[in-house]
C-alpha cells in the first residue's frame, strides 16, 4: 500500500494566515521525506489538499469556493460540488 501511496501526486492549497502557510510546509516535508511527488496544477493531481480555517466570514467563504472547485477535478467531487451549490445557492 505504501508504495502505492508514494507514486500519487499531491497538490496543497493554503489559505488563511501564516501559521497555515508553515502547517503546509511540514506536512510537505514529512511528505517528501517519504517520497510522495507534488504538483501545482490540480488536473495532475492525485490528492488536493486544502489546508484552511474559518475564523473570519471571508476566509470561511473563500475555504468553502475553493474546496468546491478543487472538488471539480474528480469524478465523485463534480457530483457533491453541485450538491453543496444548489445547498448554498450558488
Known amino acids: ?5 508514494q ?5 496543497f ?7 497555515n502557510l508553515v ?6 516535508g ?3 521525506d517519504k517520497g510522495f511527488e507534488f504538483t501545482d496544477d490540480e488536473t495532475q493531481a492525485d490528492v488536493i489538499v486544502v489546508n484552511t480555517c474559518c475564523f473570519i466570514g471571508d476566509a470561511k ?3 468553502i469556493n475553493t474546496i468546491l472547485e478543487m472538488a471539480q477535478h ?7 460540488s ?5 445547498l448554498m445557492h450558488f
Do not use: H, P, W
Open 1 to 5: 500500500m505504501q508504495e502505492v501511496m
Open 7 to 11: 507514486y500519487m501526486k499531491i497538490m
Open 13 to 19: 492549497a493554503s489559505l488563511g494566515c501564516d501559521k
Open 23 to 28: 502547517d503546509t510546509e511540514n506536512m510537505l
Open 30 to 32: 514529512i511528505l517528501n
Open 61 to 63: 467563504q473563500e475555504s
Open 74 to 80: 474528480t469524478d465523485i467531487g463534480m457530483r457533491l
Open 82 to 86: 453541485k450538491r453543496f451549490r444548489r
